[in-house]
C-alpha cells in the first residue's frame, strides 16, 4: 500500500513537514508531489482550485480514495506506526476536531503571512514517479 501527498512546495511549513514525513516514513508508504507540478496533479483531475483547499492525501492502489486539507493530515498521522492511538483519540474528544479544522483553515489560508514561501519549489526525493532526483534538496 502506498499513498501519494500534494503539499504546497512554495511553503515553509508544507515542505518542513513533508521534510519531517520523508525523515520518519524513507519512501516506504509516502510519495509526495508539490501542488505547483501541474502535469503530475493533472492525473489524477486535481485543478488549481482544489489546491486551494489543503494538502492532499490519494491511496495510490485506489486513486479515487482521497481525503483534503486536515482530513488528509489526520490520515496521514492514523497511517505512522501508532499513529492511530493518537488520531482516533484527537477525534473521540468534544469539540477538539471541529476546533482542529478551524485552526487548519486558518493556517492553510494565512500559510505564506505567518511561515513565509520559499523562493524555490521544494521537490521530494520520493517522488510519485520515481524520477525524481536521489540527491536530497537543499533545506529551508
Not at 500534494?6 to 513533508?18: E, H, M, R
Not at 486551494?52 to 483534503?68: F, K, N, S, T
Not at 492511538?85 to 483553515?105: I, N, S, T
Request: hydrophobic content about 35%; proline content about 4%.
Amino acid at each position: 500500500m502506498s499513498y501519494f501527498v500534494i503539499y504546497d512546495g512554495n511553503c515553509n511549513l508544507c515542505v518542513t513537514s513533508v521534510q519531517l514525513l520523508e525523515n520518519l516514513d524513507q519512501g516506504q508508504l509516502f510519495r509526495y508531489a508539490p501542488m505547483q507540478d501541474e502535469a503530475t496533479i493533472k492525473r489524477w483531475g486535481i485543478t488549481p482550485q482544489d489546491c486551494e483547499l489543503g494538502m492532499i492525501l490519494i491511496d495510490a492502489d485506489a486513486p479515487e480514495r482521497r481525503w483534503q486539507g486536515s482530513a488528509a493530515a489526520e490520515e496521514i498521522g492514523r497511517l505512522l506506526p501508532l499513529g492511530s492511538v493518537f488520531v482516533d483519540a484527537y477525534r473521540a474528544l468534544p469539540g477538539v476536531k471541529w476546533m482542529g479544522d478551524q485552526v487548519y483553515e486558518q493556517i492553510r489560508d494565512n500559510r505564506y503571512t505567518i511561515f513565509g514561501k520559499r523562493s524555490s519549489t521544494y521537490k521530494s526525493v520520493y517522488c510519485v514517479d520515481g524520477s525524481c532526483n536521489t540527491a536530497k534538496n537543499d533545506a529551508l
